[in-house]
């Protein structure tokens, strides 16, 4: 337990450590213009792209040799509450996966893939305020949201869906809440568009991300071969198959996944920011 804990909070120390570093930063503190700004209402576009990390049941500890990482993609919006805090939402995109065979757990050889779907809404808020236009801009952020789960195995050459067929004789939601909790930093390139850095942590209200959570069943409860195959996949490497409650998984704690991507963030800004926007543009001939 003690080494799945550290390997959740391994990337986070080295992210804050970097921020700290970042923050010794000199950071500018005028507006640009002289002008005081309501940053209420001031809206963002946002994107990120970077990979995801998986940590459940088919996992006891970080193999750098076989991490499982995969794709991650995200798509929103900032809108400017305060000075320091503002509402964010997203769509994004994940793919994780993992393999038994590189763990300590290889006699039950499960395995898993999934892509899926999730949204998030929640507050984001930046160390300096908007005002002052800092250059570097950390920020910690929160959410809450949904994601669709469809985890699938491979066998026989074709891969499987495996919430329909209830590979535990459990029929688990299959759009669980997602609590995200994360931290970030935001680097000032032009007068709109900032880059950045973000590392999230998604922590998901289900264990069933990889299909994976408490105790092998009794076979007769499966409603099909395949069911059974995907179920107990120990005899597919020559070992005798598991007892029904012989433990297939823990449900002790719930399953997560780890972003760490890189950001951009493009100001549209206000109402009264584009009617200013207006009055000073070019007089057409």
């Not at 991490?67 to 509402?87: D, K, M, W």
Request: charged share 20%; proline share 5%; with cysteine.
């Amino acid at each position: 337990m003690r080494s799945k804990c550290a390997s959740k909070y391994a990337l986070a120390k080295v992210f804050i450590l970097i921020l700290a570093c970042l923050g010794t930063f000199k950071v500018s503190g005028q507006n640009k213009s002289g002008k005081y700004v309501n940053p209420f209402g001031v809206m963002s576009v946002t994107a990120g792209v970077g990979v995801a990390y998986y940590m459940g049941d088919l996992t006891d500890g970080v193999n750098m040799k076989h991490l499982g990482l995969g794709p991650s993609i995200s798509l929103g919006g900032l809108y400017r509450l305060t000075e320091h805090v503002s509402a964010r939402g997203e769509i994004r995109f994940y793919k994780v996966s993992a393999d038994q065979k590189y763990s300590k757990n290889a006699q039950n050889n499960l395995s898993f893939k999934t892509f899926n779907p999730d949204i998030n809404l929640g507050i984001q808020a930046d160390l300096f305020s908007f005002n002052s236009q800092a250059s570097i801009n950390p920020y910690l952020f929160g959410g809450v949201g949904f994601t669709l789960l469809n985890p699938k195995a491979k066998i026989d050459g074709e891969w499987h869906s495996l919430a329909p067929l209830t590979t535990e004789a459990v029929k688990y939601k299959r759009l669980p809440l997602v609590f995200t909790a994360g931290i970030g930093v935001s680097i000032k390139t032009t007068e709109r568009l900032s880059l950045g850095l973000e590392l999230c942590n998604n922590f998901l209200n289900s264990d069933y991300l990889d299909d994976v959570s408490t105790v092998y069943p009794n076979p007769d409860q499966l409603p099909s071969d395949l069911a059974r195959r995907l179920s107990d996949r120990s005899p597919e490497i020559g070992l005798e198959p598991r007892q029904p409650g012989w433990n297939r998984g823990s449900a002790k704690s719930k399953d997560s996944y780890l972003f760490f991507q890189v950001r951009g963030t493009y100001l549209i800004g206000n109402r009264m920011q584009a009617k200013e926007r207006k009055k000073t543009r070019c007089p057409k001939f």
